[in-house]
């Protein structure tokens, strides 16, 4: 198993969500990308769009596939990660850093507590088939 940074929550989609202040950035697990394959494409909404937990807010397109993003948690996009435009390869390359994709100000901060911890998305993972 790989090591999941302790200090992110985790979604059974696989997205990952770190507090930053009053702010939550949002990006896809090293398992994800290990999924995807090679990145190629990343669609992500505007700022000012709102976002629903558990709800699409963009897509992702790698050699293997086309993959939908759902938000971990409900609020309004502050900032897209503009570089992964020119470089979809940040999400394979630093998944963690620089191909981060979103950074919101989220609707309810305590919904970033019902996530999994990095122990929790580890042994879920444990659960699926791969």
């Given at each position: 198993m790989a090591n999941y940074p302790a200090d992110l929550r985790f979604t059974k989609d696989h997205e990952w969500a770190r507090r930053e202040g009053d702010n939550v950035r949002i990006g896809i697990t090293s398992f994800a990308v290990d999924q995807l394959g090679?990145?190629?494409?990343?669609?992500?909404?505007?700022t000012g769009t709102q976002l629903t937990a558990a709800k699409h807010f963009g897509d992702i397109e790698s050699v293997k596939a086309v993959s939908e993003l759902f938000a971990?948690?409900?609020?309004?996009?502050?900032?897209?990660n503009a570089a992964l435009a020119d470089h979809p390869e940040l999400v394979n390359?630093?998944?963690y850093?620089?191909?981060?994709?979103?950074?919101?100000?989220?609707?309810?901060?305590?919904?970033?507590?019902?996530?999994?911890?990095?122990?929790a998305y580890e042994a879920f993972l444990g659960t699926l088939d791969h």
């Open positions: 090679d990145v190629t494409l990343v669609d992500l909404p505007a971990p948690l409900g609020g309004e996009v502050l900032e897209s390359e630093s998944p850093d620089k191909g981060w994709m979103l950074l919101i100000r989220p609707k309810s901060p305590t919904e970033l507590d019902k996530l999994f911890d990095a122990a």
